[in-house]
């Protein structure tokens, strides 16, 4: 066991958690930018089946990387929680478990959703040429998923670790090659949609080597698996990884209700907001990165014992959440007049961009207050608060807001009555993020191995 101090135990909070953000939404943004890329060099194709069938297959990909972010924060706590320890022998025997744990559930997965791809697709509405495009890309790309864990998995060590930088040059590099190789496959090889998957998969293989790498060569390697010690870190894993999977389900739910309701008010009012979705991302990228960057920052502390810090990191993520979305705000409403430009905007369409590049983006803090509650949940032992704050967010904190948003402001007030409901869910998870802050760290426990402990985990009982 080394005796060198976990990097986060010492030295500003403010300035951990602005690095560590910072740095991760570089890599984030670059994933974000490569899935733009994609679609427009297949759009170029000037096939809309094949645009079409990538939209299928991102929306059952999208359930795949859920799974992966799931596996990815349970290793980031458990690991980070070892360092906070002292004990670095801990740390690099969970990281090791935690690798093959996500491989092995990977590969199940993945032949799980490959035996039925065809059902899942048509299921999703699919048909035609479409749906036999969309079923060949999942047949070429789902092979690789236990790859991709092991490349989002390897990051989340990194960042255990307080290794942002490389953390994000892992995703930044991979993020590359997709780029690189999409136009070589896609058109000077054409290969269309079989291209695109190709150069995902180089991608993710470049990620989970890259990834490795790092680990091995500066933060000591890893140990040999053995099974002793697989089965013992298993329940640990999928206890936080379980409600962090469903977790970050609950998004697609709440956003399928709103984009149902925006339907309502005409092809302009879907446009406006389909514009809103494309530019949160880009706009809000760091907040986006915050629950994966501050969560090694509490987990290291909350593991040495150290309750100041855990609460003075909570209170740093805060402040640099509204510097960062009154800042964002401020360039989005001075770019009113350029997005209006860019995207053509008329009507309902420019009535909802400009109504989110003002007033609603300053709400956006709140969303940014529950990623962080979800960093504090999952590396206080206390995950399943994680999955009843976005589910309650995506569900009563949408479903209401929006039907009393719409009743009285129309297309306006369904964006209005999203954001609305954010606040209340934002304060909620503010609340009960500072509540947990103030209590003994709970250890982690199997939750398959007594009667009544999946309830007991699921209520947040210990």
């Given at each position: ?53 990538i ?9 795949t ?22 004990d ?9 478990n ?5 491989f ?15 059902p ?15 079923v ?31 953390s ?46 790092a ?6 390697g ?36 709103v984009?149902?309701a925006m ?16 530019l ?60 209006e ?16 590049a ?5 709400l ?18 206390r ?5 009843w ?33 954010g606040?209340?869910?934002g ?5 009960l993020?500072?509540r947990?802050s ?18 007991d985990?699921?209520l947040?009982?210990?």
């Amino acid at each position: 066991m080394s005796g060198t101090e976990a990097k986060f135990l010492s030295g500003s909070l403010f300035a951990h958690v602005a690095r560590m953000s910072l740095a991760a939404s570089l890599g984030l943004m670059a994933v974000f930018a490569v899935d733009f890329i994609d679609m427009i060099f297949i759009s170029m194709l000037g096939k809309a089946e094949l645009a079409a069938a990538i939209g299928y297959a991102g929306a059952i990909l999208f359930f795949t990387g859920s799974f992966g972010i799931g596996v990815a924060i349970a290793t980031g706590a458990l690991v980070a929680r070892a360092l906070g320890q002292g004990d670095r022998d801990l740390a690099r025997r969970r990281a090791t478990n935690a690798l093959v744990i996500g491989f092995g559930l990977g590969v199940v997965f993945a032949a799980v959703i490959w035996l039925n791809i065809s059902p899942l697709v048509s299921a999703l509405g699919a048909s035609g040429e479409t749906r036999d495009l969309a079923v060949g890309f999942m047949q070429i790309i789902l092979p690789s998923l236990p790859i991709l864990l092991i490349g989002i998995v390897g990051g989340a060590i990194l960042r255990a670790h307080g290794d942002a930088r490389r953390s994000m040059m892992v995703m930044i590099i991979g993020g590359a090659v997709n780029a690189a190789l999409d136009p070589v496959l896609i058109f000077g090889l054409e290969l269309d949609l079989t291209g695109a998957a190709l150069a995902s998969i180089a991608a993710r293989i470049t990620i989970a080597v890259l990834a490795l790498r790092a680990i091995a060569r500066h933060h000591g390697g890893f140990d040999t698996p053995r099974l002793a010690s697989l089965r013992a870190d298993f329940g640990a894993v999928m206890t936080i990884a379980g409600p962090a999977v469903l977790t970050q389900l609950a998004t697609p739910v709440g956003q399928a209700y709103v984009t149902r309701a925006m339907a309502e008010y005409g092809e302009e009012a879907v446009a406006g907001m389909a514009i809103v979705g494309r530019l949160i991302p880009v706009a809000f990228g760091v907040l986006f990165a915050l629950s994966g960057a501050v969560g090694p920052i509490i987990g290291q502390n909350a593991g040495a014992g150290r309750g100041d810090r855990v609460k003075g990191a909570l209170s740093a993520a805060l402040i640099f959440t509204g510097l960062v979305t009154v800042l964002v705000a401020a360039v989005l409403f001075a770019l009113r007049g350029p997005l209006e430009a860019l995207f053509q905007l008329e009507g309902a369409a420019r009535d909802l961009v400009f109504l989110f590049a003002g007033p609603l983006a300053l709400l956006w803090f709140f969303n940014g207050v529950i990623f962080v509650g979800n960093a504090a949940f999952n590396n206080l032992g206390r995950p399943f608060y994680s999955t009843w704050i976005n589910w309650g967010r995506h569900t009563l904190g949408t479903i209401p807001f929006v039907m009393v948003g719409a009743t009285l402001l129309g297309a306006q007030g369904v964006l209005i009555g999203q954001a609305v409901g954010g606040v209340v869910f934002g304060l909620l998870s503010l609340w009960l993020a500072w509540r947990v802050s103030n209590t003994p760290l709970a250890v982690e426990r199997p939750i398959f191995t007594r009667r009544g402990r999946l309830l007991d985990m699921f209520l947040g009982r210990r």
